[in-house]
Nanobody, 124 residues
Framework: QVQLVESGGGLVQAGGSLRLSCAAS????????MAWYRQAPGKPRELVAA???????IYADSVKGRFTISRDNAKNTQYLQMDSLKFEDTALYYC??????????????????WGQGTQVTVSS
């Protein structure tokens, strides 16, 4: 069992930056692929970025070059550095953990554990 707690969300102006954190407890953090998803009102949940236990990363096309996912296994924490934020990045951001195959990294059903979410609001 893994418990995930997100932090770092807030209100920021367009062009600004935020760093989200996700602290994990309860199991061996290093074995899991970690991911950030987001969901805006009326829209489906979408993958923002994921990082495997080996450090491989994938990103949504809409955030490539602006967001960076990372993990610190010693601290059982993953991060999402978000730069050059846009209004359309406004959403509830969720941390997730699982062990999906590389071909299934984008599928939310492949992640066993989810946090409660942290709100990111970008004002235009």
């Amino acid at each position: 069992q893994v418990q995930l707690v997100e932090s770092g969300g807030g209100l920021v102006q367009a062009g600004g930056s935020l760093r989200l954190s996700c602290a994990a407890s309860g199991s061996i953090f290093s074995i899991y692929t970690m991911a950030w998803y987001r969901q805006a009102p009326g829209k489906p949940r979408e993958l923002v970025a994921a990082i495997t236990s080996g450090g491989s990363t994938i990103y949504a096309d809409s955030v490539k070059g602006r967001f960076t996912i990372s993990r610190d296994n010693a601290k059982n924490t993953q991060y999402l550095q978000m730069d050059s934020l846009k209004f359309e990045d406004t959403a509830l951001y969720y941390c997730a953990a699982g062990q999906p195959a590389l071909s299934a990294l984008r599928l939310p059903s492949m992640y066993y554990y989810w946090g409660q979410g942290t709100q990111v609001t970008v004002s235009s």
